[in-house]
């Protein structure tokens, strides 16, 4: 590492010196948007790391270089759009219609009655049914959304959190009913009831027994 710091002070002196004196660079000082400096170049030198702690291998916590252990050699990232409106019949034919293009993986988007747990037809979601994404109420209405979609094939995130569990087995119920084994699923749920209680409001249960759900 000391070699490494003198060859960086080597180069200073001789290669950028020659030429900054001949074409300064564009200002004094760079730094990013939070005002930090940048320097030039960052080396090994710069950084105080445990690789096996800190970085560690693809597939092994700390996961920082990605969950799969092969990484994209193994197959390219999910290609998917965020999308859901209407009703689950209408937002079906928006996941075929993507799926047919070429996407690789569904984002389901599901309306603000549905985040909080109100059907379609209870008074106090008047005026938001289907109107941020897809209006779920039922298990009919999952069966819908995925009416003809396999999902052993397909990978879906879904953008739901006070709810999660509810929905989450609405979706395992569907892919049973497709003959599918529940191993066989991949993808998400957001699942995030911090993130809803502290920014977006749209939480069911307050924050302590929403982490034990």
Sequence with gaps: ???????????????????TARFPERQERFETLSGIPLDRVYTPADVEVDYLNDLGFPGQYPFTRGVQPTMYRGRLWTMRQYAGYATAEESNARYKYLLEQGQTGLS????????????????????????????????DD?????????????????????????????????????????RQLRGTVQ?????????????????????RL
């Design 1 to 19: 590492m000391d070699n490494l710091k003198r060859a960086k002070r080597e180069w200073e002196k001789t290669t950028v010196k020659k030429v």
């Design 142 to 182: 999952m069966r819908v959304l995925f009416n003809d979609i396999p999902l052993d094939k397909v990978s879906t995130s879904m953008t739901i959190n006070a709810p999660a569990a509810v929905l989450l087995a609405m979706y395992i119920a569907v892919a049973k009913e497709q003959g599918v084994d529940p």
């Design 108 to 139: 389901v988007a599901f309306d603000l009655p549905t985040q909080i747990g109100y059907d379609a037809d209870d008074p106090l979601a008047e005026g938001e049914v289907g109107k941020v994404g897809v209006s779920i109420s039922s298990l």
């Design 191 to 211: 699942n995030d009831i911090l993130k809803e209680y502290i920014a977006r409001g749209t939480y069911i249960f307050p924050p302590r027994p929403s982490m």
